[in-house]
């Protein structure tokens, strides 16, 4: 009987094992690769000016990327909304590009092949993206999972700020980042 417990136990633990290295087959987006992508739009950025605000993976090692929006943050930042050109490959996320003082040419450039409309609001102008009712997609992200559900914004709010939302079902509530008008990021505990 013992012995067939620790048989049953092994198994089970190899299996642990096995899901988690099958559930770790994420790649992280490195700035050099969002600078390349920028770059392919004709305006040179180099890795040194690119921040991630969080850690980005992806299901494959090199995904292509695209520039999806680009907004002013002030004169020396904009905030560009990237994703694979194929999305079953990562979620979109965004980063910082620091470009120094008279950014506008820089920004019209990097705007300019931008498939989506540009903002040149600031992120604390308190100019809400997401307001009380809408729907939106809530990204939540845990140690080994990334999750995409449809939900719906119970505040409104700007790009940054912490909202709560709750699923169509309307049986969980989330607290949640604004990321731009249809998309909201939080954190699986």
Not at 69 to 92: G, I, Q, T
Not at 97 to 111: C, D, H, N, P, W
Request: proline letters at 4%.
């Amino acid at each position: 009987m013992m012995r067939t417990k620790l048989i049953l136990w092994a198994i089970m633990a190899a299996g642990a094992v096995n899901s988690a290295a099958a559930g770790s087959d994420r790649y992280a987006i490195s700035a050099t690769s969002v600078a390349a992508a920028i770059s392919l739009d004709g305006v040179q950025v180099s890795q040194d000016q690119i921040t991630f605000p969080t850690g980005v993976v992806a299901t494959t090692q090199a995904p292509v990327l695209k520039v999806r929006s680009v907004e002013k943050l002030d004169d020396e930042r904009l905030l560009a909304r990237m994703e694979c050109v194929n999305s079953n490959e990562c979620l979109p996320f965004i980063v910082d590009i620091r470009v120094g003082l008279g950014s506008e040419a820089q920004f019209a450039a990097i705007a300019k092949n931008a498939p989506r409309s540009l903002s040149t609001t600031p992120q604390g102008s308190g100019a809400p993206a997401v307001h009380s009712g809408a729907r939106v997609t809530l990204m939540l992200d845990g140690e080994h999972v990334h999750i995409r559900i449809p939900a719906i914004c119970l505040q409104g709010g700007a790009p940054g700020q912490l909202i709560r939302v709750t699923g169509t079902d309307h049986r969980l509530i989330y607290q949640a980042q604004v990321i731009d008008a249809s998309v909201v990021k939080g954190r699986l505990k």
